[in-house]
């Protein structure tokens, strides 16, 4: 049992180049979100999908696109890297939306933009 | 808006001390309320996790955490630190929305 699987770990972009973190659970989960973790700002929602076909917004989406075409992958696309995007991309699944589902996070992905 | 606030951004404690971690929430609702860990350079793991019932929950690694609605905390404590404790805890509230996490509380652990 893979559990949330994400590639790749580390990546470094240039300003302006685009590129997608993929995300991928072998749980069946309905509920798969997308956080960045920055110093002293801890964990930031950034996109949050509650099933295949639909996404949504968090608190931090700009600069950030993404799709859900099956229950398994999320995929988190740059589409013109900024530094500001400098960053560990965390996703998670569970088995619904509420936070009362135990929630599986990946391993995180290292970003650096220069 | 749900929230929450750590309100310690750095602590150190000697080992063998006892810890305790603050965590104060603002939530609409009967929150769900989490404890995670992060190594440096690792993901998050689930310390404990309290949804109802008995507001003192027990976690992994000899953690313990209580919820006060009173007083919209949920502490994070334990009795005697060791130096693999160090570490970043994140205090997160959420029911039927996305986790909302605190911004994080650093611990290291001295001889």
């Known amino acids: 049992n893979a559990g949330v699987t994400q590639t790749p770990k580390f990546q470094v972009l240039k300003t302006g180049q685009s590129m997608t973190l993929q995300c991928a659970q072998d749980?069946?989960?309905?509920?798969m979100s997308w956080y960045r973790q920055d110093p002293g700002m801890g964990l930031r929602l950034i996109h949050y999908s509650v099933g295949a076909g639909i996404t949504d917004q968090g608190e931090v989406p700009n600069g950030y696109n993404v799709s859900r075409s099956t229950t398994e992958d999320f995929p988190l696309r740059l589409l013109s890297a900024a530094p500001s995007q400098t960053s560990v991309y965390f996703c998670a699944s569970s088995y619904g939306q509420g936070s009362g589902n135990t929630i599986y996070f990946g391993e995180g992905s290292w970003l650096t933009v220069v | 808006a749900q929230s929450v606030t750590q309100p310690d951004i750095h602590i150190t404690v000697s080992e063998g001390a006892s810890l305790e971690l603050r965590c104060n929430y603002s939530?609409?609702?009967?929150?769900?309320l989490f404890w995670y860990v992060q190594s440096p350079g690792q993901g998050l793991q689930l310390l404990l996790k309290y949804f109802s019932g008995d507001t003192l929950v027990q976690g992994i690694k000899g953690f313990e955490a209580e919820f006060k609605r009173s007083q919209s905390s949920f502490n994070l404590r334990k009795p005697s630190v060791h130096w693999s404790d160090a570490a970043e805890y994140f205090c997160?509230?959420?029911?039927?929305?996305?986790?909302?996490f605190g911004k994080g509380t650093r611990l290291s652990v001295i001889a």
């Open positions: 997160a509230v959420g029911a039927n929305t996305p986790l909302v």
């Open positions: 749980m069946n989960h309905e509920y």
């Open positions: 939530y609409g609702a009967t929150p769900y």
